[in-house]
């Protein structure tokens, strides 16, 4: 279990998402938070693409920062809807233009996940379609008022007032909440196997 | 939306549930909590249909102690596996064999809602299916010795250490942490409109 796996390492996670804290503390992983900064612009690649070499470049960051046997965690979550991906709005009106492109739609969200460790980065990622349920004008209205569009990639947050709006998700939850839980287990799993042989 | 709907109602969970509680938090609804206490025996019927009476009884305990214009919650949630519901484990020799049941294995999480209001009771219910990773039996001993198995019912929680089991879940994931917000919105619509007529 990754506990073990990680039990006698110096474990440091690279993000400054309170989801990520948390769900490292459900795991009874001790980890040391060191945020990194980095400016995402949208390129012309895939979103999963993206979504990995985000998760590169935070690990970049903090790796030099740490001992060299030290666990670096680094992640990247995206929103993407038919391969355009949705950041956080810049205004109420941008939000209700993304809520209306979810509406009725299924959509995915991607999670790039960096492993640093050994001096090897370990890249994967994570995909789970989410489906919404058809919202009229009104409910757009009423949540953007509530403000939690404004600081969510892709105008919601399924933690709070926009789980009402998803009807199922298909694949990892953990990953629309910011770190597939499962995939880094498997990922952590064979890098571990690699250093015993 | 839901915190809108029940914005002028008085409002009741009959659940002890903490994560009830928090998720009626996260969707802004102010509730008073009285939680009801039933025993809850397996009978022969499906697990839906037993999730559904688990639900109806508990609204009908707490429905005499509050007004009658309260609106009263109730919900109950049962992990079945092959139509075979699985509790609480009584031990952890109990614990192993759901686990091992579950490994590699789909099984389904129903979870029954009443509202009750306006004297009638509301009915429905929700499944989701979670798929589960196969476990080593390392795995399964290092899981029960985290303690988490015991009070939980299928003997595993996907809020915590269980969740680096679960590949992926199909439908709607608050089901799985005992409340169907999704079914819940569509419920209350359906019932405030009749009210509007």
Do not use: W
């Amino acid at each position: 279990m990754i506990h073990e796996l990680l039990h006698n390492k110096k474990v440091i996670l690279a993000s400054a998402s309170p989801r990520r804290k948390e769900l490292f503390a459900l795991l009874g992983i001790n980890a040391y938070i060191i945020p990194a900064e980095i400016a995402e612009p949208i390129n012309g690649e895939e979103p999963q693409v993206q979504a990995m070499q985000n998760a590169l470049r935070k690990a970049e960051i903090v790796k030099n920062k740490v001992d060299k046997d030290a666990v670096v965690i680094a992640a990247d979550t995206l929103v993407a809807i038919d391969n355009h991906i949705l950041g956080k709005p810049l205004n109420q009106k941008e939000a209700s233009r993304y809520l209306r492109l979810l509406s009725g739609n299924t959509h995915s969200v991607y999670t790039g996940i960096c492993i640093f460790y050994n001096e090897i980065a370990n890249i994967n990622y994570e995909q789970t379609l989410v489906h919404f349920a058809e919202l009229t004008e009104l409910e757009i209205k009423s949540y953007i008022e509530t403000g939690e569009p404004m600081d969510k990639a892709g105008a919601y947050g399924i933690q709070g007032y926009g789980a009402q709006f998803i009807t199922a998700v298909d694949g990892c939850y953990y990953n629309v909440m910011g770190f597939p839980v499962r995939k880094f287990y498997e990922m952590l799993n064979a890098i571990l196997e690699k250093e015993e042989k």
